[in-house]
């Protein structure tokens, strides 16, 4: 489901989907098979806040925006965002990525 198209869904949407779509499938196995997923590399985790959990079906980098009012996100080709000034590493390390999550909120 999450890989029918390039999206973001909760676990929570995820398994509402499922329901609606009629399986019977219980809520750890769909917790534990998106944990699994993102371990293997097949989705990838983002964190809006420590409560908010998305799933991306993408796993090339990108960046996003989140709406905080509709609890939407939308990707941003990597290519159009540039980083710079980023600080020296911390010893022994390298850079894994960059992902920059722009928040945005419905004008008031
Ligand atoms: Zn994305």
């Not at 499922?18 to 534990?32: I, M, P």
């Not at 809006?48 to 079906?57: A, E, L, Q, W």
């Not at 990707?75 to 722009?102: H, K, M, N, R, W």
């Amino acid at each position: 489901m999450l890989f029918e198209r390039p999206q973001h869904l909760s676990a929570d949407q995820i398994l509402e989907r499922l329901r609606t779509a009629g399986s019977r499938v219980s809520k750890a196995t769909v917790y534990n098979t998106l944990r699994l997923f993102s371990q293997c590399g097949l989705v990838h985790e983002i964190n809006v806040d420590p409560t908010r959990k998305f799933y991306d079906s993408t796993t090339h980098p990108h960046h996003h925006f989140y709406n905080a009012d509709t609890g939407e996100l939308t990707d941003i080709p990597a290519d159009q965002i540039g980083v710079s000034g980023v600080p020296e590493l911390p010893p022994g390390t390298e850079q894994q990525g960059i992902e920059v999550l722009i928040r945005v909120r419905e004008r008031r």
